[in-house]
């Protein structure tokens, strides 16, 4: 079902380090999975994804890793930058299915 | 490409009047586009699925007597909020389907900032 609430989780992190942001997906019959960025006012914009057939995929500064067997999302973040303050989100599909279910999100906060 | 354009931005209407938000498919055909809404500090929940010439699909708990969606063409899509009351003050953010080997991704649009007074 869909995933609510009431209070985001907050990472802090040093600018430069590295962040490692998690979701725990609901559906095991979910085999394909995305990663969202949301900006404060802004609609969602895509990071990177990974199918149910891959344990992880590597785009430019992020790397997402699935573990199907706990149901366990990731996504990590090579030395974090200020821009990348926002929030984060994990989002599930199974294919042939048009509704993709988001994750309750996670703040990242880049402290300078 | 994949562009989602979303309008308006921001609007503020008095309590009792009618909203309509438009969502834009511009460099693509989008058979099925999907309103969101978001409230502060909390996930995206799917409202309904909007598919082009035919009804829209919507999800449990949300009143489609209120929450009018029209998909007349294959880039346009709008959401029409009845009757509006400071409750349904939130963040409505709509996006496109685009198909790729049997899963969906999706592009969102900036999102529509709903402040009833």
């Known amino acids: 079902g869909e995933s609510v609430g009431l209070h985001l989780p907050t990472l802090s992190v040093q600018e430069g380090d590295n962040s490692i942001i998690n979701c725990a997906y609901s559906n095991s019959a979910s085999d394909y999975f995305i990663w969202y960025k949301q900006e404060s006012g802004k609609g969602p914009q895509f990071i990177i994804d990974i199918r149910s057939n891959m344990d992880k995929r590597q785009g430019q500064r992020v790397t997402v890793l699935l573990n199907k067997t706990v149901k366990h999302l990731s996504l990590q973040i090579a030395a974090t930058q200020p821009g990348d303050s926002a929030v984060y989100f994990c989002?599930?599909?199974?294919?042939?299915?048009?509704?993709?279910?988001f994750g309750t999100g996670t703040k990242l906060q880049v402290i300078p | 490409g994949a562009v989602v354009s979303q309008h308006p931005s921001w609007v503020i209407c008095k309590s009792g009047t009618s909203v309509k938000i438009e969502c834009r498919s511009l460099d693509f055909q989008a058979t099925t586009m999907f309103w969101y809404r978001q409230f502060p500090k909390q996930s995206l929940m799917l409202m309904a699925t909007?598919?082009?010439?035919?009804?829209?699909?919507?999800e449990q708990g949300v009143e489609k007597d209120k929450f009018l969606i029209n998909h007349a063409s294959l880039t346009l899509s709008t959401l029409t909020v009845t009757s509006a009351h400071p409750e349904d003050s939130s963040f409505y953010i709509c996006?496109?389907?685009?198909?790729?080997?049997?899963?969906?991704?999706?592009?969102f649009g900036s999102g529509t900032r709903l402040t009833v007074v």
């Open positions: 996006s496109a389907s685009i198909t790729g080997t049997g899963n969906y991704g999706y592009t």
């Open positions: 989002a599930e599909n199974i294919r042939g299915y048009q509704k993709v279910t």
């Open positions: 909007s598919n082009e010439g035919s009804k829209a699909t919507y």
